[in-house]
């Protein structure tokens, strides 16, 4: 097959995410299987127009904030000039609406969707488009075969009144061969690693911090920020009001390898966000052999096994984080129980396992058709 895939970024892009992770994982497979596969996305500060990654031919085309008004214009292009067999939309949030503008058969995947919580990140005229273009999804997108990474996605749009019949569930992989466990700091080290957006609600992982250092423990401490994205320089000011400026290091992005290094290094991980589709990140820390605490969230809750390979902390409770952070930092035995625990839950998501079973659950939906 010759595929088109759409999505907002590619993941050489700063603001890449488990999105961009998950596409290449999953379509690199595809080329390997032979299959032609061409990645249209948005453009960034330095990018090449052209480009090739994992044998996936990449397209730049657009700033980013423009990118989706922008679609049917780049798509016109492309299909004036070469003939896909199928299209992918992979949907960030904001669909492209790609089925209005092609009679080509047409596979979606979806992630996560903001729903009310996109208030939390923008104006509230920004967040009334990104909530009603979600909304005309759920309408406009029925009918089509939807692949997705969570159960939590899967019952959402459900609920939302897509056809159950026609979504499929294959969970992100982790690479276990690239993330593995290692030698830990020499200090105790708590990270967060991720975009640096305010939905994320990163304001409360430094609160727990504050509270952790305050009430829990007076030696000496490790943390970092490990990430980009358009909340860092209200972080950054945040930092500096609770007092912490001399405590947390923001490193910015960083290469896939510096990643693996940290996430090994970690002696435990921290994600406060309200909502994902599944937490990539959360568990490539824990193939690293690196506990999770997390917050009982869509996505987030699938990813750990609370008591077993970190723990699962309900919305908001920074003060229980504080706790549990305590009991990891002085507790070895706990540290080195959840760290082994983690290694082997991970490794129920092996990358080439889920790379087989995503090709197969897309083959069929596109046989449906």
Same mark, same amino acid.
């Given at each position: 097959?010759?595929?088109?895939?759409?999505?907002?970024?590619?993941?050489?892009?700063?603001?890449?995410?488990?999105?961009?992770?998950?596409? !290449?994982?999953?379509?690199?497979?595809?080329?390997?299987?032979?299959?032609?596969?061409?990645?249209?996305? &948005?453009?960034?500060?330095?990018?090449?127009?052209?480009?090739?990654?994992?044998?996936?031919?990449?397209?730049?085309?657009? !700033?980013?904030?423009?990118?989706?008004?922008?679609?049917?214009?780049?798509?016109?292009?492309?299909?004036?000039?070469?003939?896909?067999?199928?299209?992918?939309?992979?949907?960030?949030?904001?669909?492209?609406?790609?089925?209005?503008?092609?009679?080509?058969?047409?596979?979606?995947?979806?992630?996560?969707?903001?729903?009310?919580?996109?208030?939390?990140?923008?104006?509230?005229?920004?967040?009334?488009?990104?909530?009603?273009? #979600?909304?005309?999804?759920?309408?406009?997108?029925?009918?089509?075969?939807?692949?997705?990474?969570?159960?939590?996605?899967?019952?959402?749009?459900?609920?939302?009144?897509?056809?159950?019949?026609?979504?499929?569930?294959?969970?992100?992989?982790?690479?276990?061969?690239?993330?593995?466990?290692?030698?830990? &700091?020499?200090?105790?080290?708590?990270?967060?690693?991720?975009?640096?957006?305010?939905?994320?609600?990163?304001?409360?992982?430094?609160?727990?911090? /504050?509270?952790?250092?305050?009430?829990?423990?007076?030696?000496?401490?490790?943390?970092?920020?490990?990430?980009?994205?358009?909340?860092?320089?209200?972080? #950054?000011?945040?930092?500096?009001?609770?007092?912490?400026?001399?405590?947390? /290091?923001?490193?910015?992005?960083?290469?896939?390898?510096?990643?693996?290094? /940290?996430?090994?290094?970690?002696?435990? @991980?921290?994600?406060?966000?309200?909502?994902?589709?599944?937490?990539?990140?959360?568990?490539?820390?824990?193939?690293?052999?690196?506990?999770?605490?997390?917050?009982? &969230?869509?996505?987030?809750?699938?990813?750990?096994?609370?008591?077993?390979?970190?723990?699962?902390?309900?919305?908001?409770?920074?003060?229980?984080?504080?706790?549990?952070?305590? /009991?990891?930092?002085?507790?070895?035995?706990?540290?080195?129980?959840?760290?082994?625990?983690?290694?082997?839950?991970?490794?129920?998501?092996? @990358?080439?396992?889920?790379?087989?079973?995503?090709? #197969?659950?897309?083959?069929?939906?596109?046989?449906?058709?």
């Amino acid at each position: 097959m010759k595929i088109l895939v759409i999505n907002w970024q590619d993941l050489k892009n700063p603001l890449s995410g488990g999105a961009e992770v998950h596409l !290449h994982q999953f379509f690199s497979y595809f080329v390997y299987k032979g299959h032609s596969v061409t990645l249209l996305c &948005s453009s960034f500060r330095g990018a090449e127009r052209e480009d090739v990654q994992d044998g996936i031919r990449i397209i730049r085309r657009g !700033h980013r904030q423009f990118f989706n008004f922008l679609v049917p214009f780049y798509l016109k292009q492309l299909l004036s000039t070469e003939d896909f067999d199928i299209i992918v939309e992979d949907v960030n949030k904001i669909p492209f609406f790609t089925r209005y503008f092609t009679k080509k058969p047409i596979v979606v995947i979806t992630h996560h969707f903001f729903g009310r919580v996109i208030f939390q990140e923008t104006n509230p005229l920004f967040g009334l488009y990104v909530y009603l273009s #979600e909304r005309l999804f759920y309408k406009l997108y029925r009918g089509l075969p939807i692949i997705t990474v969570s159960e939590s996605t899967r019952e959402e749009l459900v609920k939302n009144g897509m056809p159950e019949a026609s979504i499929s569930v294959v969970y992100n992989a982790v690479d276990v061969d690239f993330f593995k466990p290692g030698e830990k &700091s020499a200090l105790p080290f708590v990270l967060y690693l991720g975009r640096l957006k305010r939905y994320k609600r990163i304001d409360l992982f430094l609160k727990t911090v /504050k509270i952790f250092r305050e009430k829990y423990y007076s030696g000496h401490l490790r943390v970092e920020i490990v990430g980009d994205g358009d909340a860092k320089k209200e972080l #950054e000011k945040l930092v500096v009001e609770l007092g912490l400026g001399d405590l947390v /290091k923001f490193t910015g992005f960083v290469s896939e390898e510096e990643k693996a290094r /940290k996430l090994r290094e970690a002696w435990l @991980i921290v994600n406060t966000s309200p909502k994902e589709g599944w937490g990539i990140v959360v568990m490539e820390a824990q193939a690293s052999g690196t506990p999770a605490i997390v917050f009982n &969230s869509p996505g987030l809750r699938e990813a750990v096994r609370h008591g077993e390979t970190g723990f699962i902390v309900p919305f908001g409770e920074v003060e229980n984080i504080a706790v549990l952070m305590r /009991k990891l930092v002085e507790d070895r035995d706990l540290r080195e129980r959840l760290s082994s625990n983690a290694r082997m839950w991970a490794e129920k998501f092996r @990358i080439d396992q889920l790379r087989k079973e995503f090709y #197969e659950t897309f083959l069929k939906q596109v046989s449906l058709r």
